[in-house]
């Protein structure tokens, strides 16, 4: 499906304000899962407090133990000290990596940030190698920005 009749069906989701914010989030990541088929592990983590650590939100796909990441580590944990898109096309290539499962071959991490602060971020593991384009971070920036409007 092309990523602008997508951006419409994000935006729609965001305004039902009948649904919680997690529902919303939720619904977020089974549109993207369901209709990129790049895209097979989709989910949101946020800053946990005042904690210099991330705190997993709604997801789709595998379960993962990684529910709390530390700053700094893993891609993740990189981009909420960097404050900057990651894109990983080969994840074997980089010595940060946290494996959450041994078919993620390709990772792309985009920031959420309100109010000028990162929150969070949205997190896409990839089981094909190098799937990722300007195209998908593009969209996933208008993702984040959609979801920062209801944080």
């Known amino acids: 499906m092309p990523f602008n009749k997508l951006k419409s069906q994000v935006s729609q989701i965001i305004s039902n304000n009948k649904k919680s914010t997690n529902e919303r989030l939720l619904e977020i990541c089974q549109l ?3 209709n990129i088929n790049h895209y097979n592990w989709v989910g949101f983590y946020f800053k946990n407090g005042n904690k210099n650590e991330l705190k997993l939100g ?3 796909g595998a379960p993962t133990d990684h529910t709390i990441i530390p700053f700094g580590k893993g891609i993740c944990g990189q981009v909420a000290v960097s404050n900057e ?3 990983v096309p080969d994840v074997s290539a980089q010595d940060n990596y ?3 499962s041994i078919t993620v071959k390709a990772e792309i991490v985009i920031p959420i940030f309100v109010n000028g602060e990162n929150i969070g971020q949205i997190d896409i593991d990839s089981n094909t190698p ?3 384009t300007k195209d998908d971070e593009e ?3 208008f993702v984040c920005k959609e979801v ?3 944080l």
Request: charged fraction near 15%.
């Open 85 to 87: 898109n990651f894109v």
């Open 148 to 150: 920062a409007s209801i």
């Open 32 to 34: 993207l899962e369901l």
């Open 139 to 141: 969209f996933l920036e």
């Open 98 to 100: 946290i494996a959450c």
């Open 58 to 60: 709604p997801y789709v």
């Open 130 to 132: 190098d799937p990722f």
